[in-house]
């Protein structure tokens, strides 16, 4: 009975003094997390360039169907490319933020948008294992597992990319 009087009156006590604090207006939520973005790219989906050449084999990272239909799901606009070609006239125009390739073909696709001086991402796909060891030089790297897709770094590079706009523009003016 008396612990059950003492928690009862410890209760009392925290009401009485902390009760005034907590009024139902939802400040205290922005206490927790000052530093969270709500809204800055839950609009924007970008837009992706997938290279998969025809000499790429079918096991891929890039070349994998489902990861292609996640990112579908996930609201990101893919255009599938195979030819270097039709790369060439894709990267110029300047509107894809992203392009997904394969380790081994990250040179060709990065000289390519370097030369067509655009703020598009070039970014390997590549499974944990092997290929994660040789792909540790690259600034954004894609990184898929059975369990995860990439979307926390396809998101970050869409954000830079962004910002790199957005600050050219400025300069420009």
Same mark, same amino acid.
């Given at each position: 009975m008396?612990?059950l009087?003492?928690s009862?009156l410890?209760f009392?006590g925290f009401?009485?003094?902390f009760?005034?604090?907590a009024?139902?207006c939802?400040d205290k939520l922005?206490?927790?997390?000052r530093?969270?973005?709500?809204?800055d790219?839950?609009?924007?989906?970008?837009?992706?360039?997938?290279?998969v050449p025809?000499?790429?084999?079918?096991? %891929? $990272?890039v070349?994998? !169907?489902?990861?292609?239909?996640a990112?579908?799901?996930?609201g990101f606009k893919?255009?599938m +490319?195979q030819?270097? %070609? $039709?790369?060439?006239? !894709?990267?110029?125009?300047?509107?894809?933020?992203?392009i997904?390739?394969?380790?081994q073909d +990250?040179?060709i696709?990065? $000289?390519?948008?370097?030369?067509a001086?655009?703020n598009?991402?070039v970014?390997?796909?590549?499974?944990?294992?092997?290929?994660?060891?040789?792909? $540790?030089?690259?600034?954004?790297l894609?990184?898929?597992?059975?369990?995860s897709?990439?979307?926390?770094?396809?998101?970050?590079?869409?954000?830079?990319k962004?910002k790199?706009?957005?600050h050219?523009?400025?300069?420009?003016?």
């Amino acid at each position: 009975m008396r612990k059950l009087l003492l928690s009862l009156l410890v209760f009392t006590g925290f009401l009485v003094c902390f009760g005034p604090f907590a009024g139902a207006c939802g400040d205290k939520l922005l206490g927790l997390g000052r530093s969270v973005r709500f809204g800055d790219l839950s609009s924007y989906h970008g837009s992706i360039i997938v290279f998969v050449p025809t000499s790429l084999p079918q096991s %891929a $990272a890039v070349n994998d !169907a489902r990861f292609q239909e996640a990112l579908r799901k996930a609201g990101f606009k893919l255009r599938m +490319v195979q030819e270097v %070609a $039709a790369l060439d006239e !894709a990267v110029p125009s300047g509107k894809y933020d992203i392009i997904l390739v394969d380790m081994q073909d +990250v040179t060709i696709v990065q $000289a390519q948008v370097s030369t067509a001086s655009v703020n598009t991402v070039v970014m390997p796909v590549v499974y944990k294992g092997v290929e994660l060891k040789s792909a $540790a030089r690259t600034p954004y790297l894609c990184v898929c597992s059975k369990n995860s897709s990439c979307f926390s770094s396809i998101e970050k590079a869409i954000e830079s990319k962004l910002k790199r706009d957005q600050h050219q523009r400025r300069a420009s003016n």
